[in-house]
């Protein structure tokens, strides 16, 4: 079978995201091999990291990697276009010492190349994929292989989301207080919020003497620090699903308080609001800017009368794509379909 073949196989017999790009991973190895990896998904809006998933050498150096993957310009994948796949190697032309990401993170590893294969559609930039080689660089051959897997392994990933609207048996934590981290520029925890805690515990469990941060709020805080770098200006901020919720991750810089020199960054968690979890639901649906039209003016309360009149077309034109976004979505009512885009009971 065609890896191109046994990827969208995985794809239709996946049971999440996660498990989903294990398998991917463990079929790209066949062909592409590799030494340690990183994929880190991303809000599609704001291409800020939310669902991360490693292997590498050293996990207590991950607050490091990511803040070095943020803040070094050449090789950042938002400034990968046409092709999606880049290498290290060619990113530096050859001087991997121009690299501050290989210079101050990866030269201890003896990582001799990377190869970045960026998830990019009509729809967002869903993330992307980070393969480390220890010894020899990735040929044109395995790149002209991710390049052709790319467009598959992005519809896959995003369609893989959409089981994270349906809601679980696992309810999220309920908050009472602000969701509240704060970092230091090297992105190392200086204090926290107890209802921040809680959340942190669901994305990431550790044990009681431990406090987890996951990478979602350590990849928000890069941006800030990249934002300031003026490497990259997309807001500090991502959404991600957590058991029957949607979280929103923002991260901003504090300013100077009673004459002290310290700042930190702050990183706020909370619940996506209705219209924010709407906005992704219809990109991750894969919904035509008509369909989401549609959708928004649904989820405000409007009836089929009333969106024609909002969208100057027929009713008729607006019953056509109400049936277009339930065989996208897989809903096969107003009411179910509401509920899923916003989060409604």
Known sequence: MRIRDRIEDLARQSTGERALRVAILD???RHVPFESFVWLTTDPDS????????????????PTLIRLRYVTADFRWTGIGTPVVSTLVEATDGDLSQSRLWVEGLARHAISDVVTTVLRDQYGCWGFIDLWRVGGVFTRAECALL??????????VRRSLMSTFEGTSSPSPRLDGPA?????????LHTQTLQADAYLRALLPSEGHRAPVPA?????????????????????EARLPLNDRWLTVRAARTEPWMGAADTFIAVSIEIAAPGERTSI???????SEREGEVLRHLVTGRDTRGAA???FVSEHTVQDHLKSIFAKTGVNSRKMLIARATGAA
């Open 27 to 29: 079929e790209i190895r």
């Open 47 to 62: 291409s800020v990291g939310s669902l991360p998933l490693a292997g590498v050498p050293d996990l207590r150096e991950v």
């Open 147 to 156: 390049e052709d897997m790319a467009p598959i392994l992005t519809n896959a």
């Open 180 to 188: 509240i981290v704060m970092l230091d520029d090297d992105l190392s």
């Open 216 to 236: 979602a709020v350590y990849n928000v805080a890069a941006q800030v620090l990249a934002r300031e770098a003026g490497i990259d200006h997309n807001p500090a």
């Open 281 to 287: 639901y219809t990109r991750v649906a894969g919904l």
């Open 309 to 311: 009149a909002q969208m």
